[in-house]
């Protein structure tokens, strides 16, 4: 599951721990932030960086050249996330076949078709 950032995820864990789901064993998740709190040891997060350094120096950037040249027509950066993989993920498992449903096979000409169920009510 993908959450919109690592505090939701962390309250998903805690549910899925509650409830004994086992995380990656039956599902994985993923925050989005890389906060200190993904880092923690006991929570070991797989999150998407945004590397708020870089969006602090571009908005920066963005306000001086506004302030110093004027720029009044909006401007789009966009900075590339990073996936930072760590616990609480692993790769998918193999598709779980389903039983088949059994066939009906054609009735001969005048018969009824069966299709499966008993024509006995029972009492």
Do not use: K, W
Not at 106 to 111: K, V
């Amino acid at each position: 599951m993908i959450t919109s950032n690592d505090r939701c995820a962390v309250g998903l864990l805690d549910a899925f721990v509650r409830r004994g789901v086992q995380v990656p064993g039956t599902v994985s998740v993923v925050g989005y932030d890389d906060s200190m709190l993904a880092r923690l040891a006991h929570v070991d997060l797989t999150t998407v960086s945004q590397d708020a350094g870089q969006q602090a120096a571009q908005a920066v950037d963005l306000a001086v050249e506004r302030l110093e040249g004027g720029r009044t027509a909006p401007r789009e950066v966009v900075l590339t996330p990073r996936l930072v993989v760590r616990g609480t993920t692993a790769p998918p498992r193999p598709a779980e076949r389903l039983p088949s449903a059994p066939q009906v096979r054609p009735a001969p000409a005048g018969q009824p078709q069966s299709h499966g169920r008993s024509s006995q009510r029972s009492q």
